[in-house]
């Protein structure tokens, strides 16, 4: 079992930014898939990025140029730098861990545990 522990979320203006944590604890999911997904109200959930090291980090479109995910050493912790913010980035942001896949890292079908999310509200 892998537990998630999601923070960094809140309330910005556009234009601000925020910095989302993920702890993951448990069983190891060092060198697999590790990413973020978000689902805004009455929408689908959607790909942010993710990373499946060694490869560089993936990104939607949306999230190209301004925002950022990191890991640190031991790989048990996931990190997205969010600047630039705008409305349309208001959403429930989860991250997610594989320890099965480390490949094609932004399919969400790689993953197989999930945080309970950390709310990201950005207003006009």
């Known amino acids: 079992q892998v537990q998630l522990v999601e923070s960094g979320g809140g309330s910005v203006q556009a234009g601000g930014s925020l910095r989302l944590s993920c702890a993951a604890s448990?069983?190891?999911?060092?060198?697999?898939?590790m990413a973020w997904f978000r689902q805004a109200p009455g929408k689908e959930r959607e790909k942010v990025a993710a990373?499946?090291?060694?490869?560089?980090?993936a990104y939607a479109d949306f999230a190209k140029g301004r925002f950022t995910l990191s890991q640190n050493n031991a790989q048990d912790s996931l990190y997205l730098q969010m600047n630039t913010l705008k409305p349309d980035d208001t959403a429930m942001y989860y991250c997610?861990?594989?320890?099965?896949?480390?490949?094609?890292?932004?399919?969400?079908?790689?993953?197989?545990?999930w945080g309970q999310g950390t709310q990201v509200t950005v207003s006009s």
């Open positions: 448990g069983a190891t999911s060092s060198g697999y898939c």
């Open positions: 997610a861990v594989s320890t099965t896949h480390s490949t094609y890292c932004l399919s969400s079908g790689r993953y197989n545990y």
């Open positions: 990373i499946g090291p060694p490869v560089s980090p």
